[in-house]
């Protein structure tokens, strides 16, 4: 049986299919459910914020490690496997590796994710469980109403037909669809025997080379405000993933017409204004 914490989130809601799909015994309890009273299985923990963590600091802290502790102390469960973020790799990293340091600021706002990703990883690491953590890229799919670079892009080209970019067009990122993370959470969880996988796209992909597809498949504009800034990360590694389960993930860019339909057929009355 696979338990799937988080299970109305992005990542967690597409486990969840994915298990139905399979005919997988799963348990996806609710957020306030007492999860030290049944076997749980192999725990999938997708418990998280993305964009809006700069915003809810101590809700931050709570979801990734706070809500961590209880389970990993009581809870009865054969494999865990904790979601984490690449977002904790140093920018002028050459390359982001597993196996490497890691350095992070808590005079730095925004360190306050890297941080608590971080303790997560660490307490689940040093918990004596059979546990992984997976380092999860930029994750794209029909995640409509998130807050996320790319979603957001999305969503202003197909509403609006003008896109208005606060970095720079030389900014990249790696990207990796949710149906690999699907795939590759669960595989983890059945096979994976590493303590951290990175899993991503495996390259980069900058701004520019998004804004000109995006912009030959809607015909938005792009503009860029004249104090942008560089929000680059560094190339994240695959090579665990790939040699020890033949990994081999879409690519953003051939993916961007599929992600353009979805949104153009999705439904933005709410956001109208």
């Given at each position: 049986?696979?338990?799937?914490?988080?299970?109305?989130?992005?990542?967690?809601?597409?486990?969840?299919?994915?298990?139905?799909?399979?005919?997988?015994?799963?348990?996806?309890?609710?957020r306030?459910?007492?999860?030290?009273?049944?076997?749980?299985?192999?725990?999938?923990?997708?418990?998280?914020?993305?964009?809006?963590?700069?915003?809810?600091?101590?809700?931050?802290?709570?979801a990734?490690?706070?809500?961590?502790?209880?389970?990993?102390?009581?809870?009865?469960?054969?494999?865990?496997?904790?979601?984490?973020?690449?977002?904790?790799?140093?920018?002028?990293?050459?390359?982001?590796?597993e196996?490497?340091?890691?350095?992070?600021?808590?005079?730095?706002?925004t360190?306050?994710?890297?941080?608590?990703?971080?303790?997560?990883?660490s307490?689940?690491?040093?918990?004596?469980?059979?546990?992984?953590?997976?380092?999860?890229?930029?994750?794209?799919?029909p995640?409509?109403?998130?807050?996320?670079?790319?979603?957001?892009?999305l969503r202003?080209?197909?509403?609006?037909?003008?896109?208005?970019?606060?970095?720079?067009?030389?900014?990249?990122?790696?990207?990796?669809?949710?149906?690999?993370?699907?795939?590759?959470?669960?595989?983890?969880?059945?096979?994976?025997?590493?303590?951290?996988?990175?899993?991503?796209?495996?390259?980069?992909?900058?701004?520019?080379?998004?804004?000109?597809?995006?912009?030959?498949?809607?015909?938005?504009?792009?503009?860029?405000?004249?104090?942008?800034?560089?929000?680059?990360?560094?190339?994240?590694?695959i090579?665990?993933?790939?040699?020890?389960?033949?990994?081999?993930?879409?690519?953003?860019?051939?993916?961007?017409?599929?992600?353009?339909?979805?949104?153009?057929?999705?439904?933005f009355?709410?956001?109208?204004?």
């Amino acid at each position: 049986m696979i338990t799937i914490l988080g299970a109305t989130g992005f990542f967690g809601s597409h486990l969840v299919k994915r298990l139905a799909q399979e005919g997988t015994e799963y348990y996806a309890p609710s957020r306030d459910a007492v999860l030290t009273d049944r076997p749980l299985g192999t725990v999938i923990y997708t418990i998280g914020l993305t964009a809006d963590f700069r915003t809810r600091p101590f809700d931050t802290v709570e979801a990734h490690v706070c809500k961590l502790l209880g389970l990993l102390r009581d809870g009865d469960f054969d494999k865990l496997v904790y979601v984490s973020s690449t977002r904790v790799y140093n920018r002028q990293m050459p390359i982001a590796l597993e196996d490497e340091p890691l350095l992070v600021n808590p005079l730095v706002p925004t360190d306050n994710f890297n941080i608590s990703k971080l303790m997560g990883e660490s307490i689940a690491l040093r918990s004596g469980r059979k546990v992984s953590c997976v380092r999860v890229s930029n994750v794209y799919g029909p995640d409509f109403n998130s807050d996320n670079f790319l979603t957001s892009v999305l969503r202003d080209a197909v509403t609006q037909g003008k896109v208005t970019l606060q970095t720079k067009l030389a900014s990249a990122k790696d990207y990796v669809s949710i149906d690999d993370v699907v795939d590759g959470l669960l595989t983890i969880a059945r096979k994976g025997e590493q303590p951290i996988y990175n899993l991503g796209g495996g390259r980069q992909t900058t701004h520019q080379e998004l804004g000109d597809e995006i912009a030959h498949l809607t015909g938005a504009t792009f503009d860029v405000v004249e104090n942008a800034y560089d929000m680059s990360f560094p190339p994240i590694s695959i090579a665990r993933m790939q040699q020890e389960f033949s990994y081999s993930p879409a690519y953003v860019l051939d993916d961007l017409e599929k992600l353009v339909q979805m949104f153009r057929e999705h439904d933005f009355q709410q956001f109208a204004s």
